[in-house]
């Protein structure tokens, strides 16, 4: 019932998502990434099922991108609101999925990490997870490059940067601050559900 009602959400948000986006090009690039887990976890389902906090943060990742994709991370307009209220100077969106890129793939690597075995040094972890997350964000950054040179103003809206000249440095500070919040708030729940999983459990 539970993966029923997963697709029924990504499905749903990625319809809407889809019908008349702010600009085409941009709803492609950032969906993509949410149609390659889609893909991934449907091809490991059976074989490597992962814990369910795990398919839930993907899930509200996949919401954020689309959500990001429909209206450009520089339009949405929650942020535009909260922008007036605060008096920032920039839709702070694109923060809150740069966030996401760290804080979802944070728990994506433990899970790996740990079931495969990778890490025996457990001292290790959470260093190497938080660098893995910052390799993900600034290779992340390198496709936003590669795709602005290739398209020049076509990527403009994908870029989203909005003027702000330390926006590369700043994207790759809140996917590590977002993979340290992870680690720090969800390690103790992420292990008990692991050890469901050990244990033949859902």
Not at 35 to 48: C, E, K, P, Q, V
Not at 156 to 168: H, I, K, N, S
């Amino acid at each position: 019932m539970a993966k029923f009602c997963w697709l029924a959400i990504f499905t749903a948000t990625l319809v809407w998502s889809g019908i008349e986006p702010k600009d085409s090009f941009t709803w492609a690039l950032e969906v993509a990434p949410a149609l390659i887990a889609l893909f991934i976890l449907t091809i490991s389902y059976r074989r490597f099922p992962l814990t369910s906090l795990l398919y839930t943060l993907i899930l509200i990742h996949s919401v954020i991108l689309m959500i990001g994709g429909h209206y450009t991370y520089a339009e949405v307009p929650a942020f535009d609101w909260l922008a007036e209220q605060f008096g920032w100077q920039r839709n702070h969106y694109d923060k809150l999925g740069h966030f996401a890129q760290g804080f979802v793939p944070a728990m994506v690597a433990r899970e790996l990490l740990l079931r495969h075995h990778v890490i025996t040094k457990p001292n290790w972890l959470n260093s190497i997870i938080v660098f893995v997350c910052l390799g993900i964000s600034a290779f992340y950054e390198l496709i936003e490059w590669w795709v602005a040179e290739l398209s020049g103003e076509d990527a403009e809206a994908f870029l989203g940067t909005q003027g702000y000249v330390w926006d590369t440095q700043s994207d790759m500070a809140m996917a590590m601050i977002g993979a340290i919040v992870a680690l720090l708030s969800l390690s103790r729940i992420h292990q008990g559900q692991l050890k469901l999983i050990r244990q033949g459990g859902s």
